[in-house]
């Protein structure tokens, strides 16, 4: 570790738990002599929403290990360890040390949750000193570029966002057109296992516990025991190289198959052909554009199909970039909206999985065990149950935020708010992803071993989805009735 200066310090980086690019733009422009770094852990970000142990485990070994790559390179780093200090929030951590160090200014990257944000703002603004907020370059469209592009439109909509970024980056085109002459094979994408269920899977690659995940284990056990989950199997990436392992796995073994089994689900399968790069995408460990370059260089070497590759492009430079637009434009009233009027309680066993519902068992039960459940699961299991139930979506973005290892408020907010509970009325999603038991019957496996029947809406054995689904049509018929996506449903509901 470099000695400290006593000499007061020219510039304080404030570097968050899901900035640990190892090229970080502040870093790199670092004078190793006259700046600092600043990191904390602190309880506050365990516990504003009661945060999974996986999920708190993630952050903070991999920021543990992100500070000891700095301290390699002989930078100065206050790394606040939890149960080291006394400081309960990071607004009260950060106090301290621009009281004790009184750096000529401070830096950082613009934070990814608004939360975050304006408390760093606020407490640099009660030191009387400068603040410097970058724009993230890790991301592949600027705040600007989203803004300039949402300002164009009454209405924004994912697939013409998607396509004004392919044009832009130039990722899968052919000069002004698509790659294969199609903008979206979505429709090619939305297989099931059907009965003989999915093939021989492919095991992701296994991340044993370092000496720091272990300490960070502990200490994650010991801090917070009543937490949700558990870290029995704990196996996610906390550095770039391990990131890299995961992408260069799911590349190769998996993207060939992703897309067309992207929306299937299956009992006992909670990976199937999923990449697992979100939390590593999240945490920075893993740049977008190398993800990108290497889903188009297996589509070049023919070990991919268009189709496949596509979708999976798709969630990364369409639906990422878009949710992360629409937060930063509508933050901090897109937080508090409840179009539909929901304002039932989150069911008590979504923290235990203890239903006698087998898909949302199966969804919860992975959820508690890993810190994970893919988008399907997320969007048609648990966020459709509690969007025919008619629960109130702050509670619903409370659970996401905290259950899921990869969940970071700019891109869990939107998505749960907006597509899954229909909460902004129909702005970053243009209908309700609404369907009965039948849907998960069509998908998945999991009804087979239930004792609900999903085609049946009123009876003993009357699938809870059907019926809360036939509910959902007549309490919001006024809504929906003639809306150009949602009309067929309602119409069926007049038969």
């Not at 100065?76 to 009281?99: C, D, F, M, N, P």
């Amino acid at each position: 570790m470099a000695r400290e200066s006593q000499a007061s310090p020219d510039q304080c980086v404030v570097i968050l738990g899901d900035q640990l690019d190892p090229a970080h733009l502040l870093v790199a422009k670092l004078n190793p002599a006259r700046d600092r770094v600043f990191m904390a852990e602190v309880r506050e970000e365990s516990t504003h929403v009661w945060s999974h142990k996986a999920r708190i485990a993630l952050f903070l070994s991999a920021m543990r290990h992100f500070r000891d790559d700095l301290r390699s390179r002989d930078l100065k780093v206050q790394y606040l360890e939890l149960g080291r200090h006394s400081h309960a929030s990071l607004a009260a951590a950060l106090t301290a040390e621009l009281k004790l160090h009184r750096p000529q200014r401070v830096t950082m990257l613009q934070a990814g949750e608004a939360r975050v944000q304006a408390a760093i703002e606020a407490t640099v603004e009660r030191a009387g000193l400068p603040l410097q907020v970058v724009e993230d370059p890790h991301f592949l469209v600027q705040s600007k570029t989203f803004r300039a592009w949402l300002g164009q439109r009454k209405q924004p909509r994912l697939e013409h966002f998607y396509r004004a970024t392919r044009k832009q980056t130039g990722i899968l085109m052919q000069g002004d057109e698509p790659l294969g002459g199609q903008w979206n094979y979505d429709t090619a994408n939305r297989a099931s296992f059907g009965r003989q269920g999915p093939a021989q899977l492919p095991l992701p690659p296994a991340f044993p516990p370092d000496k720091i995940t272990r300490d960070v284990i502990r200490l994650v056990n010991r801090e917070f025991p009543d937490h949700p989950g558990t870290l029995h199997s704990f196996d996610w990436p906390v550095t770039p190289a391990d990131a890299q392992i995961a992408l260069r796995d799911f590349v190769d073994h998996r993207l060939a198959s992703f897309g067309t089994y992207q929306d299937a689900m299956w009992t006992g399968e909670p990976f199937l052909y999923h990449s697992l790069l979100s939390s590593s995408l999240n945490l920075k460990l893993l740049n977008p554009r190398d993800v990108l370059d290497a889903a188009g260089i297996s589509l070049q070497d023919n070990a991919a199909p268009l189709a496949c590759v596509e979708g999976f492009v798709r969630q990364v430079l369409g639906w990422r970039e878009y949710v992360r637009g629409i937060y930063q434009a509508r933050m901090p009233e897109y937080a508090g909206l409840n179009a539909l009027g929901a304002e039932q309680d989150l069911p008590a066993f979504f923290w235990t999985a203890d239903t006698d519902m087998v898909c949302l068992r199966e969804a919860i039960t992975q959820t508690l065990q890993y810190g994970y459940a893919h988008h399907i699961q997320r969007l048609m299991i648990t966020g459709l149950f509690c969007l025919l139930l008619g629960v109130r979506p702050q509670q619903v973005h409370a659970w996401y935020l905290a259950v899921y290892v990869d969940a970071v408020e700019w891109v869990e907010l939107p998505n749960t708010l907006g597509m899954s509970q229909y909460a902004d009325g129909g702005y970053l999603a243009s209908k309700p992803y609404v369907a009965s038991g039948k849907y998960i019957d069509r998908m998945s496996n999991y009804c087979k071993g239930c004792r609900y029947n999903p085609a049946h809406a009123t009876g003993e054995d009357a699938c809870p989805y059907t019926t809360l689904y036939w509910d959902f049509l007549v309490q919001h018929r006024e809504r929906f009735a003639h809306h150009p996506r949602t009309a067929l449903q309602w119409r069926n509901l007049e038969r």
